[in-house]
């Protein structure tokens, strides 16, 4: 049974919720204005103009198979005993615009996607009629035998049976996938109007910090937060823009956000707790406007945001992400992947979340919502979540092992296998019907 704590008035006082974090911070974002790109390079991004057809699809009636076109009245008494033995005028192939007339009695070879030459009213398959035993047999093709006996239509595609000149063939507001590219290629479209992408500045922060490919030096450790946030980024849709480490120094700080402030949004991570260095907070409050937040969450309680001056004085938001690598990506994938979408004009800024039978406990000692990560798995027509390891916020390896973020309660201390619990999946595309 599921335990449930009593309310801690500390925890109320000193911490915003998850809720009211991401409210804050989506108030400062807004989307994005748009601008044309050539269709495969606006692949995921949103639609910003509905993109109207102006031509029929197919543009003509035509062929759904290769075969015979002709008149259904023709062949009304066909069979496989009794074919109906009608004369070959012609035959027309995909992209060519046929010329013939197909009257009483006669019959156009035609293949898939061919336009139906004028007074053919339907199409019979190749493999319903003699040809094979006619080319076999070395006589030509003057006279087709057709051995079935097919409804008026069939496999005519007619003319505007998939769009009409006129018609939205993609919505404003929509993702452009794969098909809607061939959609607005079909019409004639090499390019889209899309809300653009963010350019996202990513700045680590700290003396202990190498870059990764470099020796190690004594006491040193390599940065993990600039690559994994930057690969979050470009996932959400994003345009990473790593600026690199900054050392504990006035001047490297200063010198790194200002080559970050051309950017759309600036990510930092570290500085933003209660131990670290004044300075960072201090760099951050000279350039603008920012808070320091502790978040009922764990991990990533500790937060900056804020906005800070730009060139020609235009305010660019900043989001300080905690420095344990756990604690940075769960605290982007709740408070800053959402204001990306923001930005990016999606409507849909939640992960598809699903319910799971817990396989292990999960602990909740101090009152903030718990995000453990977790595998989910189906067996039996059921989801199961079992914990991916040790749910340290700067054990890395069980979230690189995780499909997902099991959700424990701020009032719930603790979670007991056999339990059903609320996963957030963060590898599961976003339009899963769950």
């Known amino acids: 049974m599921t335990q449930v704590r009593p309310a801690h008035p500390h925890y109320e006082a000193d911490m915003l919720s998850v809720e009211a974090a991401r409210e804050r911070i989506l108030s400062f974002f807004s989307v994005l204005t748009p601008h044309e790109r050539p269709l495969l390079e606006a692949v995921g991004q949103v639609i910003a103009e509905d993109v109207m057809s102006p031509l029929d699809l197919p543009q003509w009636p035509n062929s759904g198979m290769d075969g015979y076109a002709l008149q259904a009245e023709d062949i009304a008494a066909a069979s496989q005993g009794s074919p109906a033995l009608l004369r070959v005028i012609g035959s027309v192939a995909a992209g060519q615009v046929p010329t013939t007339v197909v009257a009483r009695g006669t019959a156009v070879r035609i293949m898939t996607g061919a336009a139906i030459p004028r007074g053919a009213d339907t199409v019979v398959a190749f493999e319903d009629t003699d040809e094979l035993e006619r080319k076999a047999s070395g006589r030509g093709l003057e006279t087709i035998g057709i051995r079935k006996a097919e409804r008026l239509g069939v496999s005519v595609r007619p003319a505007g049976e998939d769009v009409r000149r006129g018609q939205r063939v993609l919505q404003a507001g929509s993702v452009l996938t794969p098909a809607g590219v061939g959609?607005?290629?079909?019409?004639?479209?090499?390019?889209?109007?899309?809300?653009?992408?963010?350019?996202?500045?990513?700045?680590?922060?700290?003396?202990?910090?190498?870059?990764?490919?470099?020796?190690?030096?004594?006491?040193?450790?390599?940065?993990?937060?600039?690559?994994?946030?930057?690969?979050?980024?470009?996932?959400a849709g994003g345009i990473p823009n790593l600026l690199g480490i900054a050392r504990d120094d006035l001047h490297e700080m200063n010198a790194k956000i200002s080559q970050g402030l051309a950017a759309d949004v600036l990510l930092t991570s570290a500085g933003v707790s209660k131990g670290d260095y004044d300075f960072v907070k201090d760099v951050l409050a000279q350039r603008g406007s920012v808070e320091f937040w502790s978040v009922r969450m764990r991990p990533a309680k500790p937060l900056a945001f804020g906005v800070l001056r730009g060139p020609s004085g235009r305010m660019v938001p900043h989001i300080g992400l905690p420095g344990n690598p756990v604690s940075a990506m769960v605290a982007f994938e709740q408070l800053c992947r959402p204001a990306l979408l923001k930005m990016q004009g999606r409507i849909r800024l939640d992960r598809p979340?699903?319910?799971?039978?817990?396989?292990?406990?999960?602990?909740?000692t101090d009152g903030r919502r718990v995000y453990a990560r977790v595998r989910v798995t189906e067996r039996d027509g059921r989801r199961y979540a079992r914990l991916t390891g040790p749910q340290g916020s700067n054990v890395l390896s069980p979230l690189s092992r995780a499909n997902g973020l099991a959700v424990c309660p701020e009032h719930v201390s603790v979670l007991k296998p056999g339990e059903t619990v609320r996963v957030q999946m963060i590898d599961w595309p976003e339009e899963v019907v769950l």
Do not use: H, K, M
């Not at 700045?203 to 006491?219: I, K, V």
């Not at 979340?353 to 909740?364: F, G, H, S, Y």
């Open 183 to 235: 959609l607005a290629a079909a019409v004639g479209r090499t390019v889209v109007r899309v809300v653009r992408r963010p350019v996202v500045a990513i700045l680590s922060t700290g003396d202990e910090l190498q870059t990764p490919g470099e020796a190690l030096r004594p006491g040193r450790i390599y940065d993990v937060n600039g690559p994994s946030i930057a690969a979050a980024v470009t996932v």
């Open 353 to 364: 979340v699903v319910d799971a039978i817990l396989e292990d406990a999960i602990q909740n």
